[in-house]
């Protein structure tokens, strides 16, 4: 075994402190990784020792930001685990779109969790342009998150290398790409812009938005079962009915359990699907924009999933805001809000 300059104890308290404040899962067998790994960054911040680096990472934006850009692992190329993407052209997507055009609904809303440099959400949108002929009559949106400042400023650059790349055909690279310098190539601005990224912790609140199709794959490695089987539960809310998740095998998950969520066998995989019903929602209205605001530090202080809506008002020039939330998170954040003296103006039920 490799010597250690941190003692077992000190590791494991560090370990804990990854795990409670970030969710990250680091059983003992990787204890050598997290090491090497946090070396350059305390002599980068000289600290002399663990608790330093838990100290400091509480107040210091910077070193929490490399902390953790240097804890994951952001690997990624397009069309990784091919099975999943011929799934998404030959079943998903037509029969996504089969039922959108059912019910004349125009809007198609897919998500990367743990996106990382973008491969896997530029690979989910070269399918579905495959497959959608008249992308102008939809409304979409396609987000990659990530809980790496660093590595989402990457996939916004939209450039690739050639390890990246290696599983793109001909075709593919003519039609999506030009080429960016040596051995590396930038998607095309028309369809780098049908695409958005952002910074998102997993294990903080999320918008309340919600989904057609979620890919969570080779991320939730990362969590210990509990923060796992959470997340799982969060990812089945947040998709709209008939919804599709997809994740990867080293990562299954247990969904025996879960009321409306089945799993569907197709070409040797398994992905999953939401069974229908409609989402609901309670729409916060506020007096004063200061409520507003206390209000939006209160859900984010607490950890609730909500999204801010701009609601269109006929009297009033400006769009006032709103906030909208589930609607079974309803009763304790409205206790919440009466505690804090919040003014509603009303609140509003909506499913969708
Ligand atoms: C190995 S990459 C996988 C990328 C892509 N999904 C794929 O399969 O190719 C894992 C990504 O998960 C991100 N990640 C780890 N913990 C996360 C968290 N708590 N919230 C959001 N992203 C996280 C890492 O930053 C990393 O970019």
């Not at 075994?1 to 104890?9: E, I």
Request: proline share 3%; glycine share 4%.
């Amino acid at each position: 075994m490799a010597l250690s300059r941190f003692s077992g104890k000190e590791i494991e308290d560090f370990c804990s402190f990854l795990s409670r404040e970030y969710g990250l899962s680091f059983p003992p067998a990787r204890y050598s990784f997290v090491e090497n790994r946090i070396e350059p960054l305390m002599a980068d911040f000289s600290c002399r020792t663990l608790s330093d680096i838990i100290l400091r990472a509480r107040r210091d934006l910077k070193l929490r930001m490399d902390l953790l850009n240097n804890l994951t692992t952001n690997e990624t190329w397009f069309f990784r685990h091919p099975e999943h993407f011929a799934i998404l052209r030959r079943n998903v997507l037509p029969e996504l779109l089969a039922r959108k055009k059912k019910t004349g609904d125009n809007r198609i809303s897919i998500w990367s969790a743990g996106c990382s440099a973008g491969a896997e959400l530029f690979s989910i949108l070269f399918a579905l342009l495959d497959v959608l002929p008249d992308t102008e009559k939809f409304n979409l949106q396609l987000v990659g998150s990530d809980i790496s400042s660093e590595i989402v400023k990457s996939a916004r650059q939209c450039t690739f290398n050639s390890h990246q790349m290696r599983l793109i055909d001909q075709r593919t690279m003519t039609r999506f790409f030009t080429v960016a310098g040596h051995e590396r190539w930038c998607v095309k601005p028309e369809y780098a812009k049908m695409v958005e990224f952002e910074v998102l912790n997993l294990l903080n609140s999320w918008p309340a938005r919600s989904y057609d199709i979620i890919f969570c794959r080779n991320t939730m490695i990362y969590f210990d079962s509990d923060n796992k089987q959470r997340l799982t539960e969060r990812f089945f809310e947040a998709l709209n009915a008939d919804g599709y998740f997809f994740t990867s095998a080293n990562e299954m998950i247990h969904v025996e359990n879960l009321a409306g969520i089945r799993k569907v066998f197709l070409e040797n995989e398994i992905i999953y699907q939401k069974s229908g019903g409609r989402r609901e929602y309670c729409i916060f209205h506020f007096v004063t924009p200061a409520d507003l605001l206390r209000a939006l530090n209160i859900l984010k202080n607490n950890g609730f999933d909500y999204q801010l809506e701009k609601i269109q008002s006929e009297n009033q020039l400006e769009p006032t805001r709103s906030i909208c939330i589930n609607r079974s998170d309803m009763p304790n954040i409205q206790e919440l809000f009466n505690l804090s003296s919040i003014k509603i103006l009303n609140i509003e039920n909506l499913s969708r």
